[in-house]
C-alpha cells in the first residue's frame, strides 16, 4: 500500500487526523527533513507528536485508510475512475480523474482535469492534497 507524502501527512495532522497507522515520518534535523518509518505496531502517531515537546513525528497512512477517515469523519466521498481520451488522431489513452466528490465543496471542471492523472494512486493523491488544502484554508 502506498503511504501518503509528507505533505499530505502534515496537512492531516492539521486538520486532526487521529488513527492508528503501523508508518510515521521522523523529522532527520531541524531543517524539516523526514523519513519514513514503517513499524509493526499501530500507534496514533499524531497523537504521541502532540504530546511530545517538539512537532519530530507525524503519522503515515495509505491513501486508503485516508479516503475512509474522509468519508467518515468528513462525509466525504473521493473515488477516481478511469477515462479514454484520444489525444491524437488514433492515440488512445487511458487517464484518472475524480468526476465528483460530495462534500464540503463542488469541485469545478477545470480543478478535475488540472488533478487528473495517467495513473490512479497519482490521481487520488492530487484530489485528498487539494480536499486537504481546502481543510486547512477554512479552519
Not at 88 to 100: A, G, N, S, V
Request: charged letters at 30%; one cysteine or more; glycine letters at 2%.
Amino acid at each position: 500500500m502506498k503511504k501518503v507524502s509528507i505533505e499530505i501527512a502534515k496537512l492531516l495532522q492539521k486538520v486532526g487526523f487521529h488513527e492508528k497507522t503501523n508508518s510515521f515520518y521522523l523529522a532527520k534535523t531541524t531543517n524539516a527533513e523526514y523519513e519514513l518509518y514503517e513499524e509493526g505496531e499501530y500507534r496514533d502517531w499524531n497523537e504521541e507528536c502532540e504530546n511530545a515537546i517538539y512537532n519530530a513525528v507525524m503519522s503515515a497512512p495509505t491513501l486508503s485508510q485516508v479516503c475512509d477517515w474522509m468519508r467518515e469523519t468528513k462525509n466525504m466521498k473521493i473515488w477516481v475512475e478511469p477515462h479514454r481520451f484520444i489525444k491524437r488522431k488514433e492515440i488512445e489513452t487511458i487517464e484518472y480523474f475524480f468526476p465528483l466528490w460530495h462534500g464540503i465543496w463542488w469541485v469545478s471542471e477545470n480543478e478535475i482535469y488540472e488533478n487528473s492523472s495517467s495513473t490512479y494512486n497519482d490521481s487520488m493523491e492530487s484530489i485528498v492534497l487539494f480536499i486537504l488544502k481546502k481543510l486547512t484554508e477554512t479552519k
